[in-house]
């Protein structure tokens, strides 16, 4: 049996566990998947002593994801770009720290929802870590281009600037949307979650565009703002969280697993 588990604090909360289960279902594959509670002083030596006792691989979630960046031996691109590692895979030859919150996103818009990003104008809202992680896959399916808009200007501006090889990115405060019209509104801020209320940003959904929270929520605040702007498509961030959960299956074990049953499972839930 292959062991594999999630590391975050809280941990009771996870999804991981039901998740990676489903898709080890799909495959017939013989694993086990636990959640792991850690203080930030036990972190690393709950990691190793994992890996130790034969653990094939873990999901690193909040508050541990830039540690376990630090704790990797080697890093993909991607988690380079991202500054934060959310996989953690245990190889003979060390530990690979890789992050698959982008990829996740950009196969839920694509795949999932059907909407093609490339050629796209994309406005990314908030420049925290969340964004900092989707940056690069969002650049790499080559929209038009991507606007990151920040409550504090400088944040979105240094994300934009630190990926500006990767593709045409520029950042900016919230003003800085200007009553645009943008085909893909992704929103990324801590605020608005629960009875809060979305940032104060002026945009317009084109026909035929989206509008994605990477929060979850039926109905979250972000959304009910979109529609109003234009968005017949809005959703919350379900899909990402099952698509990243299905990548690193496949970093894992090579196999990628189908998401869509495993999120009807989680929407009935
Ligand atoms: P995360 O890892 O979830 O992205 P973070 O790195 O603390 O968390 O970033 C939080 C993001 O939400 C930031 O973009 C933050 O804006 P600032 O950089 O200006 O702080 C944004 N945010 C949080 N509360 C907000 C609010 N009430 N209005 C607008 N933006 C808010």
């Known amino acids: 049996t292959d062991c594999y588990a ?9 999804k991981s566990p039901l998740l990676h289960t489903a898709f080890a279902r799909q495959f017939g594959h013989d694993l086990r998947y636990e959640a792991i509670l850690a203080e930030p002083e036990t972190f690393r030596e ?4 994992f890996a130790a006792a034969g653990g094939r691989g873990m999901n690193v979630t909040a ?14 691109e991607r988690a380079r770009a991202a500054g934060a590692v959310n996989t953690l895979k245990f190889d003979p030859d060390g530990i ?5 919150d982008g990829v996740g996103l950009v196969g839920d818009i694509q795949d999932r929802l059907g909407v093609p990003l490339a050629g796209r104008r994309i406005l990314v809202i908030g420049a925290g870590g969340a964004t900092r992680g989707i940056l690069l896959p969002l650049l790499q399916a080559r929209p038009a281009g991507i606007l990151v808009v920040n409550r ?14 990767a593709g045409r990115v520029r950042g900016g405060p919230l003003e800085a949307a200007g009553g645009q019209e943008y085909d893909v509104v992704i929103h990324a801020t801590s605020a608005g979650l629960n009875e809060g209320e979305a940032p104060p940003v002026d945009y317009r959904v084109a026909a035929g565009g989206l509008a994605y929270d990477l929060a979850y929520g039926e109905d979250t605040p972000f959304m009910r ?9 809005a959703v919350d961030g379900l899909g990402m969280l099952v698509g990243q959960a299905a990548e690193s299956y496949r970093v894992w074990r090579g196999v990628r697993p189908d998401v869509r049953p495993v999120l009807e499972q989680l929407q009935l839930a």
């Open 6 to 14: 999630v590391i975050g604090n809280p941990i009771a909360q996870s």
């Open 46 to 49: 709950t990691v190793l002593a």
């Open 63 to 76: 508050p541990f994801k830039l540690a376990a960046a630090e704790l990797a031996d080697t890093l993909t």
């Open 96 to 100: 690979l720290g890789d992050n698959t």
């Open 152 to 165: 504090t200007a400088a944040r979105a501006e240094a994300l934009a600037h630190a990926l500006e090889a």
């Open 225 to 233: 703002q979109a529609r109003d702007r234009g968005a017949a498509l």
